[in-house]
């Protein structure tokens, strides 16, 4: 309305600061000094230049914005154009990994081969691991989602050899059951292990990897077969205790009877 658009009229001629400081959190201008790690500053923004501050371009804080990685760019529904990987818009110092004994995949994990993993590897998105992260602006991205998996295709996995639930692909369904990676591995159907995030702080982030991914076509199967297993566990669970309960009867009777005979000898003796 009327009263918005003065309001937006009078900031326009808000005067561009006096100090270095000022220009930190300032809702109006920046400069490129002042910028975060992962700020940077739209390509464009040179045609709309507000002023100089010593010796500084100073640009419209809205044409700043966050870079990210091109693998995190997934998971905002984007991803880096192929022209534009080798030219990224910032390049900054990566933050220490943790110990990768966290990631590595067990050898009972499904049916995933090295042959997905080593395919997914050639055709990454994120550089060999320099110390640096490379970073791009949004003008640099398309929007993006995950491909269409059928019921023939393989599933794809990362380099550590497990799905990230944040990108699923349609045709893959998660399934957080006990034990449900046994019953897939029983009926010979093709799964992944399922990671859903990192837990902790810098440095030490760890891995949350829980349940696993598979085709949609094959879920309902899987969860007839796990409720099919879940009972038979019960069952032995049950015939285990009854043995355990008829083992200590037999040893207490067993006890009984010892101690009536020896009672009975020495009476006699």
Request: charged share 30%.
């Amino acid at each position: 309305d009327l009263e918005q658009q003065e309001f937006a009229s009078s900031k326009e001629k808000e005067a561009i600061p006096t100090s270095k400081a000022s220009f930190k959190n300032h809702p109006l201008y920046i400069i490129p000094s002042v910028l975060k790690s992962q700020e940077v500053i739209a390509p464009d923004a040179k045609k709309r230049i507000c002023g100089i501050f010593k010796g500084e371009m100073v640009y419209k804080r809205s044409d700043a914005s966050k870079a990210l990685t091109a693998h995190k760019w997934l998971y905002q529904g984007r991803k880096v154009k192929e022209n534009e990987l080798k030219k990224p818009a910032k390049i900054v110092k990566a933050r220490k990994k943790p110990m990768k004994k966290g990631f590595q995949a067990l050898s009972s994990y499904g049916t995933t081969t090295e042959s997905q993993a080593e395919n997914l590897k050639n055709n990454s998105l994120e550089p060999e691991d320099d110390g640096k992260n490379k970073l791009y602006g949004i003008w640099q991205t398309k929007k993006w989602s995950p491909a269409y998996i059928a019921p023939n295709d393989a599933i794809p996995v990362n380099e550590f050899k497990n799905v990230e639930l944040a990108l699923l692909n349609p045709g893959l369904v998660h399934l957080e059951l006990y034990r449900i990676s046994q019953v897939a591995k029983r009926l010979g159907v093709p799964y992944a292990p399922c990671l859903l995030g990192f837990e902790g702080h810098g440095g030490n982030m760890t891995p949350t990897i829980r349940g696993i991914v598979v085709h949609t076509h094959n879920s309902d199967l899987l969860r007839e077969a796990h409720v099919e297993m879940q009972s038979m566990l019960v069952e032995n669970e049950y015939k285990e205790k009854q043995r355990e309960i008829y083992g200590k009867w037999k040893r207490l009777i067993k006890g009984v009877l010892t101690k009536e005979r020896l009672e009975r000898e020495y009476a006699n003796d």
